[in-house]
């Protein structure tokens, strides 16, 4: 079946230690993005990329890195320099161009202590 | 940069009544609205989008409206059913090269 894998579904880690969230698409689309959910705040875009080796920030980039190697596979890196970062992280992937749908991961809980 | 407010934060109904959400967008260059559902545990799925040369779109029970002089848009349930209690999000696209800007979401309880 083709979709997007994120994984794993619940990660702890220590404050101050960096962590990466895996996500992977066999839609073999082009753009994928990275959404940060915290309740009553929707989804915030931390950040996004419409081309392999290429990403551009979002609204809330600080404190994280991602790298776009390979057309199926985002990471996402949470860094000691993220203040809150404890969410619900959310990983999309899409055709590029107006209108194309966001196909959704079924995300990843970030608890951070 | 673009910014989608949406409301109410939260709705209850009963099943069988309507539901409607409400958002409004703030880039007048925006021209494509999409709706996503969120059901708990699982990321969001789209249930219906409308673009800026469309007023009205609708899909079965649910149907979504589009106003671009006063840059807001609704969706609309009809005949609510149990299974529609979820996280509903509005969203509009800014431009070509960019993303999706989310809504804060609704909260859609349909009570039995």
């Known amino acids: 079946d083709g979709g997007i894998t994120q994984s794993p579904k619940y990660l702890f880690r220590k404050e101050g230690q960096n962590v990466t969230l895996s996500c992977e698409q066999n839609?073999?689309?082009?753009?994928m993005y990275w959404y940060r959910q915290d309740p009553g705040q929707g989804l915030r875009l931390i950040y996004y990329?419409?081309?392999?080796?290429?990403?551009q920030k979002g609204d809330i980039a600080e404190g994280y890195s991602v790298s776009r190697e390979k057309k199926e596979s985002f990471p996402l890196t949470v860094t000691s320099a993220q203040k809150n970062p404890t969410a619900f992280y959310l990983c999309?992937?899409?055709?590029?161009?107006?209108?194309?749908?966001?196909?959704f991961g079924n995300g990843t809980r970030l608890t951070v202590t | 940069g673009e910014n989608v407010e949406q409301h109410p934060s939260t709705l209850s109904v009963q099943e069988g009544d309507s539901a409607v959400i409400k958002c409004t967008y703030s880039?007048?260059?925006?021209?494509?609205f999409p709706w996503y559902k969120q059901e708990l545990g699982k990321g969001p799925q789209l249930i219906i989008d409308?673009?800026?040369?469309?007023g009205e779109k609708k899909d079965q029970r649910i149907a979504v409206t589009l106003n671009k002089t006063a840059k807001h848009f609704s969706l609309h349930i009809t005949e609510t059913q149990p299974e529609d209690s979820a996280v509903y999000f509005c969203?509009?696209?800014?431009?070509?090269?960019?993303?999706?800007?989310f809504g804060k979401g609704t909260t859609l309880s349909v009570s039995s």
């Open positions: 999309a992937s899409s055709e590029t161009g107006l209108g194309a749908t966001l196909h």
């Open positions: 839609l073999n689309h082009d753009a």
């Open positions: 990329s419409q081309i392999v080796n290429d990403f």
């Open positions: 880039d007048s260059a925006s021209n494509y």
């Open positions: 409308i673009r800026s040369n469309v």
């Open positions: 969203a509009a696209f800014p431009q070509a090269g960019t993303a999706l800007i």
